[in-house]
């Protein structure tokens, strides 16, 4: 954060600094232990083992610190131990825990309702349900689409990752890992195709054109309950959708009953410099699912949704034992003011700026970087083959598995991503400083190099 009057005080040093091998002794000693206990199927995509974490920096039980632009895969959005959702929590620990909102109700499950109503687009009445996690969300959302429609067809877009629970394996466009081997899936559920600017060139008229030629006669929009779409898909490679794509696919949802869900999971709460992605389309979904920030890292999602949507349920046909925890709720409202509070939109901004400038300085090096693309937090770099960036534009994967592997030794954590392998995804927290992007950004340029 760049106000200095306003900065916050952090209990470890915001800076990066390795003093081990990676992963060191205690984490391969840690390691060990988990090889025996945890199953094979809980893969870390670095076996570093972590003791501390507070704004961007991960410490390891080595004492090694990384520049983290994972954030749990978008979780620890307003920064890892942010004070006053820590507070939140541990006052809410100290009065009630748990009583099931389905059985005694508590004022910070509504207070997160009201929150939700208010910062998701559109000015229509709304309801939330609380859910534990991202997958969940989607669960009841697809369920409140079905029940509302009285239809059973659930529409999803290529390259789509919506989780690993029986439905949303179904919804995801790749197979492996997530889904190989546990089948069978639910039914009813159908992938259209999707608009990927870099690769299909269509502008979103055209793209949305051939989406909807898609549900008319594969599916048919008499039997389509909900179209489910990430205004920009996270796990698929960060794809922005071509100007007009997702508003053209809304109005043809509207006109035909077709409830249009936005899957905001990892796109959502302030991540790309507005609260949803979905304002920067113009979009106005029936329902948006939340998950992944909403809590400053306490387990909680949502569905919030057009009111007679919502109400379309029964009594007792949502809900959960664990939805809507108070103390996940309290940490909620807590992630809310501090995004108000230190205008974590504007910081949300500020990083994209940094980020891309500081990728298309590589691109400028590098000719496998085929694109650099995203809004806010939430930017990708394509990898293609050396000399195909303006032809086939061939994906280049173990580039990607190189550059993870050497930016982690150097105490930089990075992501991949696509449906290829081919992307690398930088997800920081709104806490990571533009020194520590710059610092980062010679590490990958070295990575680059390294190649």
């Not at 996270?234 to 794509?245: I, L, Q, S, Y």
Request: hydrophobic share 45%.
């Amino acid at each position: 954060m760049t106000d200095t009057l306003n900065a916050p005080v952090y209990t470890v040093p915001q800076e990066r600094r390795i003093v081990t091998a990676v992963p060191g002794p205690a984490s391969q000693a840690l390691h060990q232990r988990r090889l025996a206990v945890v199953p094979t199927g809980v893969s870390s995509a670095l076996p570093v083992y972590i003791a501390r974490a507070n704004g961007a920096i991960l410490v390891d039980v080595d004492g090694n610190q990384f520049v983290d632009f994972g954030a749990g895969i978008g979780v620890t959005t307003v920064g890892h131990t942010e004070t006053a959702v820590v507070s939140a929590a541990a006052e809410q620990l100290q009065d009630v825990i748990h009583t099931l909102f389905t059985i005694t109700p508590y004022e910070e499950y509504v207070r997160v309702a009201e929150l939700l109503a208010e910062h998701t687009p559109g000015d229509h009445a709304k309801k939330t349900v609380l859910v534990n996690s991202g997958a969940e969300a989607v669960e009841n959302g697809v369920k409140i689409a079905r029940k509302h429609t009285g239809r059973r067809a659930v529409a999803v877009l290529d390259h789509a990752y919506h989780g690993r629970t029986n439905l949303t394996m179904a919804m995801n466009y790749k197979a492996a890992p997530y889904a190989t081997g546990f089948g069978p899936f639910a039914g009813d559920v159908y992938h259209a195709p999707n608009s990927y600017p870099y690769h299909d060139g269509l502008s979103g008229a055209e793209a949305a054109a051939r989406t909807i030629a898609y549900l008319e006669k594969v599916v048919g929009a008499s039997d389509l309950a909900c179209l489910v779409a990430e205004p920009i898909q996270g796990e698929g490679g960060f794809m922005v959708p071509a100007e007009g794509f997702l508003t053209a696919l809304q109005e043809w949802c509207t006109a035909n009953g077709v409830v249009f869900i936005a899957d905001e999971i990892q796109s959502g709460m302030a991540r790309t410099g507005a609260y949803f992605a979905s304002e920067h389309f113009g979009l106005v979904p029936d329902l948006v699912l939340s998950a992944k920030g909403i809590a400053g890292g306490l387990p909680l999602a949502a569905v919030t949704g057009r009111a007679e949507i919502m109400d379309s349920a029964q009594p007792g046909g949502l809900g959960g034992t664990f939805g809507g925890n108070p103390v996940a709720a309290a940490a909620a409202i807590a992630v809310f003011d501090e995004i108000e509070k230190n205008d974590l939109l504007a910081e949300g901004r500020r990083i994209e700026a940094s980020l891309t400038a500081g990728l298309r300085g590589l691109q400028e090096k590098y000719d496998i970087i085929g694109e650099v693309r995203g809004i806010g937090a939430m930017i990708a770099i394509e990898l293609v083959q050396p000399g195909t960036a303006q032809t086939t534009k061939l994906p280049n994967a173990d580039a990607v598995s190189k550059i993870v592997a050497y930016a982690a030794q150097q105490g930089v954590l990075l992501l991949n991503a696509g449906t290829y392998g081919n992307v690398l995804r930088f997800l920081p927290s709104l806490a990571v400083s533009d020194e520590l992007i710059a610092d980062a950004i010679s590490v990958i340029d070295d990575a680059f190099a390294a190649l």
